[in-house]
């Protein structure tokens, strides 16, 4: 079976990038992680990743001052030098500028903490508990240029506890997250969830 390179993007402390990479070890599943790459090279998802066998690469943004395009032609360069097909923004915490996200139009899938199109952007978990929710959950989306507006790949629900706090919501969240990621990676990978076309990617003037 050929299997897809995947390079996953990252900022923090990279969970569902380890969920991915876990996920990859199977034999039958369509992808392989390339490269797992961060903007900051101190991320603790960056030592995980490579304590899991994974090849990975700081691509520091703060060099770059306030040209983040410049940052993301640096980062697109790293991608492409590992062989990368295909992207996966695993709490990768920056905002892409139209180039990026043209770039690989129709070859990156983002993960949220929230069932869009509630909640988008930060702060999720605080949003979903002022609401007064039942549901909460994540969604895996393709990549657009309108802030987590793109076309969904997958959802999962959890339920909202009486008692619950941003961090017991959080981490019933993130374990929805491990779960769900891997399935819609393949998904988007192998073409059962069609990618959107070309409007639907750069229709938008901000990103995802």
Partial sequence: MSRRRVGVLLSGRGSDALALIEAARAADYPAEIALVVSNNPAAPGLAKAAAAGAPVRAVDHRPFGKDREAHERALDAALREAGV????????????????VRAWSGRMINIHPSLLPLFPGLDTHREALAAGVKLHGCSVHWVVEG??????????????????????????????????????LAAAITGAAAAPGADAVLGNPSLA
Avoid at 85 to 100: C, H
Avoid at 160 to 176: F, H, M, Q, S
């Fill in 85 to 100: 097909e295909f992207v996966a923004l695993a709490g990768y915490m920056r905002i892409f500028t139209p180039f990026f």
């Fill in 147 to 184: 802030v987590d507006e793109g076309p969904l790949i997958g959802q999962a629900a959890v339920p909202v506890l009486p008692g619950d706090d941003e961090k017991t919501l959080a981490a019933r969240v993130l374990a929805a997250e491990h779960r769900l990621y891997p399935v819609c």
